[in-house]
C-alpha cells in the first residue's frame, strides 16, 4: 500500500482533546484511504491520503441512481494498550454482499482487510482508551462513473474514514420507540439485506413522525402482512422472556428484508455462552404488546454496531402505548452489553475467534 503521510495532522493535544470530548461522527481521523476500480483494470492500488474532501463530477452515477454502499465496525484499545478489530472478516464478507446486491464490484476479503488495518494503524493515537468508547470506521464505495445512463456503473471508488466514538444512546437509560404502521423499511426481493444509504434515506422521513410522537426511534414491520416486527431505526431487535437462569432471549428471524446485523448474530452466541436459549422467531405487534402486558416479555434491546446494545423502555403505535418492566434497562439485557464489551475490550477471554489484533 502506498502511504501518504499527512503534513498537517493534528498534534497530540488537540487529537486527545477531541477524542475525549467523546460524541458519535463528530471529528475524523487525519487520514483515508481510497482506492479505485474500473471495469477494465479491476481494483487498483490503494492509497491512505490525508483526510479531506472529494471532488466528483456532477453527473457522476452515485448521485443520481444511487448505486451506494457502506459498512460500519469498531476497534477496540485493549488492556495491554494495542488495538484491535471486532469480527472485521464478518464486516468483508456482508460489504461484499451488499456489493453484489447493488451491482457494485466486490473487494476481495484481503484488500478490504488491508485498508482497514493500515488506517488503523496510522491512526491509532485516535482510538479512545475507555471502555464503551472505539474508533468507528466507516467503509464506502460509491459508483464513480460520468454519464446519465442508467445502468451499472463501470467505474467505482472506495473510500475508508474513521472517527472516534463515545455512545451512540446513553446506556444508563431506555430508548422509546414508534412503531410505523404507515411506512415500511424493505420487501421481499428489495435491498433490505444490503447496507446501503437508500434505505436509510427512506426511513428517515417515519423517523420524522416517531419524533413528532415523542419518541427516539422508529420501529419497522414487514411490508405484506403489516403485523411482524422486523428491526429498529438502523438497528436489531431482541426480546427476552421470561427473568433468571430460565430467560429466553429471541431475535426476529432474517426472512431477507432485515439487515443481518453482525452484533446480532454475536449476541445469539454471547447469550448461549452466558447460560440462556435463544430463538429466531417471527413476532407480531400483538405478540410484542401482549407479552409484555402479560409479563412474559420482560425486557427488550436494539443492537448494531453503534450502539452496541441498548434498552428499550416503552413501544407507542396506533393500537396505543406500552411500557416493558418498569421502563428502565433490564439485568440481562445490561449483563450481555457489558459481556460483549468485555470481549471487544480484551477483558475477558474470546472463545469464538472473533477479535483480531491490529497493532
Known sequence: MKITLNPNAKDAPTRDALVAEGGFGKYYTDHMVVCEWTEKDGWGEPELQPYGPLSLDPATAVFHYGQEIFEGMKAYRQPDGSISLFRPDAN???????????????????????????????????????????????????????????????????????????????????????????????VQGGTGEAKCGGNYAASLVAQKAAAKEGCDQVVWIDAKERKWVEEMGGMNLYFVKGKGAEARVITPKLTGTLLPGITRDSILSVAK???????????????????????????????????????????????????????????????????????????????????????
Not at 96 to 124: H, Y
Not at 144 to 156: H, I, S
Not at 281 to 287: C, K, Q
Not at 311 to 333: C, E, L, R
Open 92 to 186: 468483508s464478507k456482508r460489504f461484499a454482499n451488499s456489493a453484489k446486491r447493488l451491482a457494485l464490484p466486490e473487494m476481495p476479503e484481503s484488500l478490504f482487510l488491508e485498508t482497514v488495518e493500515a488506517l488503523v494503524k496510522q491512526d491509532a493515537g485516535w482510538v479512545p482508551n475507555k471502555v464503551g468508547e472505539s474508533l468507528y470506521i466507516r467503509p464506502f464505495m460509491i459508483a464513480t462513473e460520468v454519464g446519465l445512463g442508467v445502468r451499472p456503473t463501470n467505474k467505482a471508488t472506495y473510500i475508508l474514514i474513521a472517527t472516534p466514538a463515545g455512545a451512540y444512546f446513553d446506556p444508563s437509560k431506555a430508548v422509546s420507540v414508534w412503531i410505523s404502521t404507515e411506512y415500511v423499511r424493505a
Open 273 to 359: 455462552d452466558l447460560g440462556y436459549k435463544t430463538e429466531e422467531v417471527m413476532l407480531s405487534i400483538d405478540d410484542w404488546r401482549d407479552g409484555v402486558a402479560s409479563g412474559e416479555i420482560t425486557e427488550i434491546f436494539a443492537c448494531g454496531t453503534a450502539a452496541v446494545v441498548s434498552s428499550v423502555g416503552s413501544a407507542k403505535s396506533t393500537m396505543g402505548t406500552w411500557v416493558t418492566g418498569d421502563g428502565q434497562p433490564g439485568v440481562i439485557t445490561m449483563q450481555i452489553r457489558n459481556h460483549l464489551l468485555a470481549i471487544q475490550h480484551g477483558t475477558t477471554p474470546d472463545i469464538h475467534g472473533w477479535v483480531r489484533k491490529v497493532c
